[in-house]
Each structure stands twice: as C-alpha cells, then as structure tokens.
C-alpha cells in the first residue's frame, strides 16, 4: 500500500451475549479482517457498554491505522435480561378516552401484573385536556414514577391526544411510550401492554444507549451506531432510545441475519449453541420465520423471530441419578465459576476424582465434577464429551485438550458402569434430546420437516452432528460459527414493518401504508435505493401489512455511478447485450438475451436485473418477461399473459420503489394488490419472472 492510499473500509458488528461479548471487522465484500472476544461486563458501573468499548477497541487495534469506519452495528440481550431479571421502572399508564366508556377502558388498560404501575384516566372529549393531563403527570413524578405509557381508544385513528401526552410527559423529562407508536393495530388492551412494557424498560435502555453512544463516539466520532431488532433488521441507536421493546431477543435476530446475508441460507431449522443455552430458529425463503411475541404473559402487536430457547449447551453441567445420567443443564460451567475439564491442560487434572456436589446448599440436584489433590473442580460438561470423542477438529473453536476430555469422561464412566466413549455418547445424547423435542416442533409448525439443520455459536460443531442423526437431516456448521451473530450485525439491514386494522382491502389504505414504511425505513437510515417494500393482506385476521427493507445507506457504496457506470455493471453481470428498459429515480432496470443449450435444442433466455444507484444488485431473475408502460397498459398485459389459478413470482419497479411480491401465489390475489397499489403510478415496469 502506498503512503496516498488508505486501508479499505470496515463494518463492525459486535454482539453482546449472556457470556461473551464478540466483535467483527467486515470488509466491504464481507471478508472478516479482525475478530475479539471479551467477557460480558454485566457488574461493571456502565453495565455491559464497558465490554462493548473493550471489543471495540480490540478490533480497532487488529486494523491498519486510519481504517475508515462506516458504521458500528451491535445485539443486544438487554431488553431481555431486564424483562427475564425484573429490572423494570416503577412507570404510570395514562389512559386517553371518551367520559361514557371510562369503565369498558379501565378493563383494557391494566399493565402486565409483574409491573410497578399506577393507573390513571383522563377523558379526552372534555375541555382542558392539556391542563388535566398535566396535572396527574406531575403527581405521577411526584410519587417516584419513572417512565409514562399513554394509550388511547381509538388512537390508531387519531393519535392527537396521545401525542399530546406525550410531549407532556418529555417536557417533565418522564420517558413515553406512545400506544399507537408501537402497534397500527386495533386492540386497545394490546396497545396498552406492549407501550406499558416498552415504557417499563425505558429508563434502563435509555442509560444503556448513553454509555453505548459515548464510547463509540470517543473512539469513531460520527461514525453511525445502529441496534439490531428482535425481526431481524436494524435501526438507529434513537429508534433504540424510543421502542427497546423491539430488541427483544435481538441475539437470535442476529445469528439468523447472519445466515442468511452472509451464507445464502434459504430453508431450514438454525440453532446457535453457546455456553448456557441455545437458541432454535427457522428460515423460510430466505426469510427468518417471524411471530407476535408475547413478553410478561402479555400479548404485543410486535413481530420478532419465533425462537425457542433450551437451557442446554456446550457448557451445561452434567447432573447424575442412581446409575444414569439425570440431566445435562440448565446450570452452566460460566454460572457456576468453573472451568472446563476440557479446556484445562493434563498436568493440571493429575489425581483427579469424579465427586458429585450440589452447587447450592441445600439444593439435592447432585452435579458431576473433577476434584484434584489441590482443592480445584472442573467441570465435564458436553465440549468436553465431544473433545473426548474426537468430534470437533482441530480448527474448531471448542477444540480443547482432548487427553483431559478423555480423563474425565472415563472417570464418568466408572461411576455409570461405562466406557469412556459411551459415557461421552449418553451425555452428547442426553443433551441433544431437549433440542431435538424443540427442532421437530419449529419444522413441524411451519412446514421445514426434513431440511437441513445449521448450526452457529462456538459449540455448534458438538451437538449439531447428533440432533442431526437422531432428526434424519444433514447438518451444516456455518462458517465463522462462533462469530455469526457479530457478523449478522455488522450485515444489519434497516427493516420497518407496519400493520393496520383493516375490514376490506382499500388501495388507499395500501398506498399510505406502503409510503410510511418506506418513509420510516429512509428515515432509520435505509438508503432509498436499496428499498425493498412487500404487502400482504390477511383477511382472515382484518390486518393489512407492509414492510419495507434497505441496506444502511453507508453500509453500501457510496458514490452514485453515472449512466455509464451502470451500463458497465450490468454488462458485468448480464453480458454484452445488456440494455437499460427502466430507469427510476434510485434504480435501473436491464435486461439481455441469450441463449442456453438443453441436450439437443436451444432456449432463448431474458435475465433481468435491478441496480441501485451504487451499483448494487437489488434484484436479478435468469430469465423473466419485462412488461413497461402506464400501470392500466401494464396489468392489461400481464392479465392476458398469465393462464392459470397461480401467480408467477413478481416485482415492480417504480420511479422510487422497488415491489416485491413474491409472496402472492393466488393469481386474482396478485392482479387485484398490483392494481391497488400501482394505480397512482405514471409509469412502471412489471418483472414476472419464468419458469
């Protein structure tokens, strides 16, 4: 490198877990340039953004000297552990309505049981309303009340009274949460738990996103910071500040994002196996499989990845019956302060002895531990099974010393009647049946029967080969397992999902809903060039939902290339005929034609693809029929072309919106959202793609 030319550019992601906090460098076709690991820093006086800072700067010292970053992007378990620990603020629910249905809202307005509230109602059709709302604030603040939710029947319709609350409640310096901001839905009881919970973590998160935003800023000032959301997109530590309720679960959102943008993972079950538990979740089209979440008992109007979570892992102690293996897990070798037998170098097990302790007084689950001459108990946990039998490589990240691993586990033997190897077997085994209950019931509910399995997290390669055998699937570690949820991070992608309470599919309602996820996404940090907007009504449920995704606009390139440029790109990926049919204000539509040869004929193919405005790849089909022109002349075409009851994949192209709708199969469906949703369009190219 030259004394003029500058490192390339990195992203980071850094993931804080229940044990570990891990970092990544990304360079900027995704090639890993520095990775750390440091401990979790939950008793430290900044809580855990004290070991955020330590990965930060170890990574920053990994690099070359001035390496530019464009954007730090990190997960979180924060928003869980205050809601699984109790760390909740004592908050007020302020209750917005008509006098006459006071008591029907006082029914629908209670927070979850496990909070510290206090209730209050104030009518909003009588005079005053500023001045009355006011005033139970000020009592609220008052009485040690630490944060305010405000929900309003009917607020979805009209949000003025809540938003008055609102700008109340900031003005006393009480954090809000607003009803209507978290869920478009109707369900004033919904409403209400999801802005009480979100409100009950405010203050916490609040203290979290300081400390985060101030040691990235002393080391990359202006740099952007963005949090990982429990759907698996992202956005800006300012969104995080006002709804940490959607970080819930943002761990597993990031190991499934990194899966999928990193590796391509398109169908299948995906477990991320630490050090105290594991993480299942699913993969459908290229998508995480996403649910309503249910937090405290209570159910929310947000969206998160379905995870199912088990209390074993690479690290999980194992307990002992009579003559069997009892249990493996949920108590850790990292909860309980001891190290792993397999990690532990032979000189340091000599005279060792299998003894089985409570870790608690008066606590009868008996553990199986290695006690030495010298006082010191190490723990036998499932790495060190695996290490014993040989399973993990000597790449892999939970290699160890595997004559320590086969020292403990024949001393487990001798106390079940066993082998070395089978004792390692049945704690590989015991372990692997609670995972394997969980896997068949995620593939069973949302159709993956028989895919394969993938595996991530740092003991990924100790379980994974068993769950697989025992589910009849082929199993797949992913590379870089350990780290796969730091690089879902630093691969974060802006994702705004709403949903509105609808009774029939009205265009308008469409259209308006479709234009604020957009909105929404440009304004978390999606560049508008790589926005992605899909629709889908459900009539069964009266909802209507929208959801848009964009690339972080500076986690792409940033320079807009000329009409030139994007010529030479497509010619890149499409050949010499590459030819431009549609051009929008932040993509390009080219298509070719060439020719592919099938045994003894040939067949005449159209690849088509859309390029934003850096020249990234947006959307690309290998063959598909290109329709251009007024959306009336368009749908005319493409309703004469198509024969059938199902629906060819489609995507739209729009001066500013790039459609998707793949997830239409029922052809009327399909034509009647198209006509809906491109109706105020002046001009529009239609991609259907072909068989």
Known sequence: MSGTESPPAVRIGIDVGGTFTKGVALGMTGE???VSHVPTTHDHDHGVSAGVLDALNRLLDALPEATPVILVAHSTTQATNALLEGDTARIGVLALGERRDESRIRKVTQAPAALKAQWAFVASDQEDLQARVDAVLRGWQAAGIEAVAVSEAFGVDDPAGERLAGAQARSLGLPVTLGSELSG?????????????NASILPTMLRTARHVRAVVEQR??????????????????????ETPLHTVVSGPAASLAGGILREGLMDGVFFEVGGTSTNIGAIKDGQPVLKYMTVLGAPTGLRAVDIRIAGVAGGSLVRLGKRRIEDVGPRSAHIAGLPYASFTPPAQLAGAQLVELPLEPDDGRRYALLSTPTGQRFAITPTCAANALGAIGEDGRAFGEPESARLALGLLGKRLGASMEDAASAVLEAS??????LVRDLAREHGL????????????????????????VPFQAVPQADVISSIGAALAVIRVERERTVTRQDPTVLDLLEREVGDEAVRLGA???SLRVETAYLPQEGRLRAVAVGAHALSAQTRVLD???????????????????????????????????ILWRRKAQHPALVLDQYGGRLLRFDDAEVLVGSPADVLARFGAGVAGTTAPQVAVLTPTRLRDYAHLHDRAALTRQLHDSLRLEPQVALIVRQE
Do not use: C, W
């Not at 990359?220 to 500040?241: H, K, M, N, T, W």
């Not at 692997?432 to 209950?437: D, F, G, S, Y």
């Not at 029967?449 to 009849?472: D, E, H, I």
């Not at 790109?569 to 592919?596: C, I, K, M, P």
């Open 563 to 597: 009409h030139d440029q994007l010529n030479a790109q497509a010619r890149l990926v499409l050949g010499d005929t590459a030819r431009l049919v549609f051009g929008g204000q932040y993509h390009s539509l080219f298509t070719a034609a060439r020719e592919t040869r």
């Open 185 to 197: 839905s109707y369900g004033l009881e919904m409403r209400t738990l999801s802005a009480a919970i």
């Open 32 to 34: 890993i340039l520095a």
């Open 432 to 437: 692997a049946e609670k995972l394997v209950t």
């Open 220 to 241: 990359l000032p202006g740099v952007p910071l963005l949090i990982v959301r429990g759907d698996g997109g992202a956005a800006s530590l300012e969104a995080f500040e």
């Open 449 to 472: 029967q028989g895919l394969p399995l993938y595996g991530g997290g740092g003991a990924a390669s100790v379980l994974g080969p068993v769950m697989a055998r025992r589910l009849g």
């Open 527 to 529: 560049d508008p060039a």
